[in-house]
């Protein structure tokens, strides 16, 4: 394997039993890959909400703490009791991290798929993305166009097929339109792009006025601001003039699942329809798939019996999918990778970059807009 | 129509604009049966929980009175003007109540459907049955046995119906085994005869050790009590017993739906799984069909993605029956009536003696073992 050196980096992080979380580089082993496998130099890896879990362990980010060297720092953090119960699994290992990312086929098993793919840029899902180099089977990548940027290709599975997956559940579902919550994201511009394209109604639910106002300059036709005092109002306006009967929540936390309902209900429900105690029987859905908001999901019941909250993840979305409904998604999402599915990254940083504790904070802030993007080469 | 008097009386619910609920005996006019039609004579009629929320309006029962004269009770209370935002379409109407009951037919219109009933004893699901007579289209009777005895035959269908229908959707959505709520009510003590007689496992869930009791009387193995402090932990373990991942949840209000997933959520995944921050793949459900409880549902998220809360009717229910599954399960409760469908009434009251402040409060509260059965002909 010319110019691929025998040992690389990656971030890890480790939860030890007295509850400190510590997140590290790691030096490694380059693998060589194996008949079916491609060694990736990795060139781009984006920091998802999706990663954080994983990363951060629920750590209390306010006690965050650099140690180490310059050129191997080492963070920590308390992870409170509450938190580290549910994380006895992972007790004592020190985990790779990073969903997805981008790069370039160094070195190729000896299968003809893995040799096709031989000095080809691709994306890959898989997890430990946070590493210099990553050996992954050949069905785990997406072929890019050569010379795709490295900013271009790092995002390419899980942000572009959950808001694809979002619309595909809506179809195969039955509903017509959809609400979409933390709508001024990355992955929310690409929903509201998406459903622009494809003729899709879409009720955008941001939290702040510069949010609105970022969507409308994209084309959105229906953004509701939760910040505004007549946000409950406009919401059923908008539920009303799009029919949405469907909710994709980022949030999963306080009461803005049940403010979807209640507004769906009052949406469905004309002022002069004969009373019934059950609510109007069209089926109004709420599919959680973050967890912005850490508090309990609490719901007022005005909505009547027709309803349901649940979870929703790109993984058995996936699983579900058809396989040739896969390579339909998978292709639109490599042609129109700089246009649907463009991503936007406030930073690009280095893996020693990142073992930063302010750097850390604003990424575990979540805060719409800010998104870092991961250069492990640099 | 011989014996059958020309006018009669019903029990009425009326919601004024000034938000005042006013409950009245009117007298209305015997119907005459139209072709495909029976009279029949309502000699009982139970008061379901389904029934309050037409019947009460959400009224304030602190604020019950009493008026009108000796023959004609008059009982008003006042409706809080959050609830009253719920009543604008039945504002002014003095609505008949009470959805079922059974009596014996006295009238039957020409078709030979209607003429086969006459005289026989009919249970009746179909609103307006808080009256002495009651015409119903011949397909909203059930035919019971000759001599059947009224309090035997008042609750046919909504506390059956809904038991077999929870273990119809047990079975219809891929669950072997099933959690309820309430469980010592007249309904959960007859699901808990049908999971046994079915060989279906069931963990009751009950709010007081009295009611454990009764339930350990009658066969039930599960039992767990939310008012011991082992709850959780008693939760968890006779989940991982019986392997129930499907709740039906009579509450519908507070923290034990969220609860139960957790307590499905750590039965399923065993103390050294290998880490997964988005919990389990195994899909967790709770349906709600109540709201004993009328506080928001908290849910606080430990049970991962693979999850949904949603409303849960009979109606709705009935309606997505095929119509054979419809007469297997209509025709199993006439031939269990007395045993598997036993229903208890602590109280039998006429109409009268219905329309009284400390009776209704009784009624309203809601309390598991009491329950009151209404005779119009007394």
């Known amino acids: 394997m010319p110019n691929v050196p025998r040992t690389a980096l990656q971030i890890r992080s480790l939860v030890k039993t007295n509850g400190e979380l510590e997140l590290s580089l790691a030096e490694f082993e380059v693998p060589k890959p194996a008949d079916g496998e491609v060694l990736v130099r990795v060139d781009a890896s984006p920091i998802n909400p999706s990663d954080q879990g994983l990363l951060f362990a629920g750590a209390d980010l306010n006690t965050l703490r650099a140690s180490g060297s310059v050129s191997r720092p080492v963070i920590t953090a308390q992870v409170p009791p509450g938190a580290l119960r549910n994380m006895a699994a992972r007790l004592g290992q020190a ?19 893995a040799q096709a793919l031989l000095g080809k840029t691709v994306a890959v899902l898989g997890g430990s993305m946070y590493a210099q180099y ?16 490295p900013a271009d290709g790092a995002s390419c599975f899980i942000n572009p097929l959950t808001a694809l997956g979002m619309v595909e559940t809506m ?96 949406a469905i429900v004309p002022p002069d329809a004969p009373y019934s105690r059950y609510g109007s029987d069209v089926h109004k859905q709420v599919y959680v798939y973050g967890g912005l908001d850490p508090r309990p999901i609490e719901l007022r019941r005005r909505f009547g019996f027709a309803w349901g909250v649940g979870g929703w993840l790109l993984t058995p979305f996936l699983a579900r999918t058809s396989g040739e409904d896969l390579v339909r998604l998978r292709q639109r999402v490599a042609d129109e990778l700089t246009t649907t599915f463009a991503s936007h990254y406030t930073d690009q940083i280095s893996l020693l970059e990142a073992l930063d504790v302010a750097t850390l904070q604003r990424c575990a802030r979540q805060a719409t807009g800010e998104k870092f993007l991961l250069r492990p080469q640099r």
Do not use: Y
């Open 171 to 266: 179809r195969s579902e039955g509903h017509h339109a959809l609400v979409h919550t933390a709508a001024a994201s990355n992955l929310g511009q690409m929903l509201n792009r998406i459903c622009l394209a494809d003729g899709v109604p879409l009720v955008n639910i941001v939290r702040r006025p510069e949010q609105a106002a970022l969507l409308h300059e994209q084309g959105a036709v229906h953004v509701c601001d939760s910040s505004e005092p007549a946000f409950e109002a406009d919401l059923v306006a908008a539920i009303r003039d799009t029919g949405a009967t469907l909710a994709f929540d980022a949030v999963g936390g306080g009461r803005l699942a049940g403010q979807i309902l209640n507004a769906m209900e009052a």
């Open 134 to 149: 990553r050996a992954a089977p050949v069905e785990m990548c997406l072929l890019l166009p050569d010379g795709t940027a």
């Open 95 to 113: 985990m790779p991290t990073g969903n997805e990312g981008c790069g370039v086929v160094v070195a190729a098993g000896a299968s003809a798929a």
